[in-house]
């Protein structure tokens, strides 16, 4: 199983602000079976990035992912009020599909 | 818009047998592009791929727990079902169902998801 880990557990931000996560992988994954979720309390994920670089229906632009390798980033270009939550990765090339343990991004 | 909706019992005695349904709207399961998948979250922690079903039946689960899995389906109730044998504390968790968008290989990414139903495990 490819093991993911996230990076930081927290992230404190302020609204406006850049925000950069950060998934490595175990051993190499491909950015085209990588995702990207969202996560706000007693919510169900809600998946913002799929693939390379595609974004789900209705996620804004400023939600990007890249990466390769073993090392992926998913870029909040702007914090937005609603962005304030947990957000995981997710491999499901290799199986069993595997999620990281998530990183929060608060508000400063 | 498809929409998932997870119901079962909320508490479920340690060594019986944990037992899910997923009622599917706006979208029928036997559409053969997409697989039914059950994911799981322990209170506090990350998510846990539990397993996928295919209109078909096939199936396939996380080895981590594929000896205490069974997935089913009933396609004339556009339903999926999970059913986990043995279960312990290490069980309790929120159980999520979701549609698995295809993708050019066995897997994909969840792209819709059911609100989640917390299931503990306890005497």
Do not use: M
């Amino acid at each position: 199983e490819i093991v993911l880990t996230q990076s930081p557990g927290t992230l404190s931000l302020s609204p406006g602000e850049r925000a950069t996560l950060s998934c490595r992988a175990s051993r190499r994954a491909s950015s085209a079976y990588l995702a990207w979720y969202q996560q706000k309390p007693g919510q169900a994920p809600r998946l913002l990035i799929y693939g390379p670089s595609g974004r789900a229906t209705g996620v804004p632009d400023r939600f990007s992912g890249s990466g390769s390798g073993t090392d992926f980033t998913l870029t909040i270009s702007r914090l937005e009020p609603e962005d304030f939550a947990v957000y995981y990765c997710q491999q499901y090339g290799s199986s069993p599909p595997s999620f990281g343990q998530g990183t929060k991004v608060e508000v400063k | 818009q498809v929409h998932l909706e997870e119901s079962g019992p909320g508490l479920v005695k340690p060594s019986q047998t944990l037992s899910l349904n997923c009622t599917v709207s706006g979208g029928s399961i036997n559409s053969g592009a997409y697989h039914w998948s059950w994911i799981r979250q322990a209170p506090g922690q990350g998510l846990e791929w539990i397993g996928y079903i295919h209109y078909s039946g096939w199936s396939h689960s996380n080895p981590s727990l594929e000896s205490r899995v069974t997935l089913s389906l009933d396609t004339s109730k556009n339903q999926v079902f999970l059913k986990l044998k043995s279960v312990t504390a290490a069980d309790t968790a929120v159980y999520y169902c979701a549609r698995e968008a295809p993708s050019d290989y066995d897997f994909g990414p969840q792209d819709f998801w059911g609100p989640g139903t917390l299931v503990t495990v306890s005497s």
